[in-house]
């Protein structure tokens, strides 16, 4: 898990979303034949300042941040890099969200387009930040497991579905007829795909699931386990303190901030309860140290999960 310094969790949010490690890399999908590769932004001494500095001082990082109409996590992840890729100076933004329509009916959108100095050329970049657990088949997987058997928390996103889009539909967009004259408007003619997939994976506590097809080992798995679990006190999760995360702060590794508490185990089994009596659905949990600061994360499911 990547930890970052910073005291502004909404830094600790931007420095995770821009550089650290993706969910999958493409060099190790089927083929090695796709058209777009994994996004390159690395954490240089420079950029480590400009952080640094923003941290210092995060009122532009906050104010952009406040203009964004959404609250849902992968507008705010999108968010993140729109300020990035907007004060970077190794390229210029060019559009952002950007709708592809054709007859009335819009086709998709180009997250982001920019142009990259060192290569001279246009990027489209697609994003995507995704939470998923992984499921025992009962199949023999050897070394790697299926995409179909990592789903997301609620049960209606599955890896497999997800990057069966992304790779399929829309990091083909600026080939459609309707994309080419628009991107032409911007003094677009020729670009570069890429894709930058962040997020965790999850494995059940007690099964060695194998990591999907193409994983990238650099990220780690955490485990999830169901709230009657908690019980037996297991010890892939033991920690000083327990803090469930509320949705907007599953990014970074969380902090407690000075003077919080965390949860001890047995008040964490309760106050999970007490949630998921009212809204059935899985909790993504913070194992602390004895300073607060997140040494592993975990789901908390309710028995029935996921319940196809």
């Known amino acids: 898990m990547s930890i970052y310094p910073y005291q502004t969790r909404e830094v600790r949010d931007l420095a995770w979303a821009c550089f650290s490690s993706p969910l999958l890399d493409t060099d190790a999908m089927e083929g090695n034949s796709l058209e777009a590769t994994n996004c390159a932004f690395p954490l240089t001494a420079k950029r480590r300042r400009w952080l640094e500095t923003l941290d210092q ?41 950007l709708p592809v329509r054709e007859a009335g009916r819009t086709l998709g959108e180009f997250d982001i387009l920019y142009f990259c100095r060192r290569r001279n050329c246009h990027v489209h970049l697609e994003l995507a930040v995704k939470f998923y657990l992984g499921r025992a088949s009962g199949e023999k997987t050897g070394t790697e ?40 408007s ?99 949990v913070a194992a602390l140290d004895s300073h607060g600061q997140e040494i592993e994360r975990f789901f908390v499911t309710q028995p029935d999960w996921p319940g196809l």
């Not at 406040?66 to 210029?92: A, K, M, N």
């Not at 599955?158 to 459609?176: E, F, N």
């Not at 494995?203 to 193409?214: G, K, N, Q, W």
């Not at 999760?237 to 949860?263: F, Q």
Request: aromatic share 8%; charged share 25%.
């Open 57 to 97: 001082n995060p009122a532009p990082l906050l104010q952009h941040l406040s203009d964004q109409r959404s609250r849902r996590l992968g507008l705010y992840f999108e968010s993140l890099w729109h300020f990035f890729i907007s004060r970077d100076d190794t390229v210029d933004l060019v559009a952002h969200n």
């Open 145 to 184: 497991s299926a995409w179909r058997q990592w789903v997301g928390p609620e049960a209606r996103d599955r890896l497999d579905i997800k990057m069966a889009h992304m790779l399929g539909h829309q990091i083909h967009l600026s080939k459609t007829e309707a994309a080419i004259p628009l991107l032409e």
């Open 186 to 284: 911007l003094g677009v003619e020729q670009l570069e795909r890429e894709i930058e997939v962040k997020g965790y994976l999850f494995r059940p506590l007690d099964c060695a699931l194998p990591p999907p097809l193409a994983f990238n080992p650099t990220g780690g798995i955490h485990p999830w386990l169901r709230l009657s679990d908690l019980a037996d006190k297991p010890a892939g999760i033991a920690a000083d303190s327990y803090h469930v995360l509320p949705r907007e702060h599953w990014l970074s590794a969380a902090r407690l901030e000075p003077g919080a508490k965390g949860l001890g185990i047995t008040e964490l089994e309760q106050v999970l309860g007490g949630e998921m009596k009212q809204r059935p659905a899985p909790r993504l």
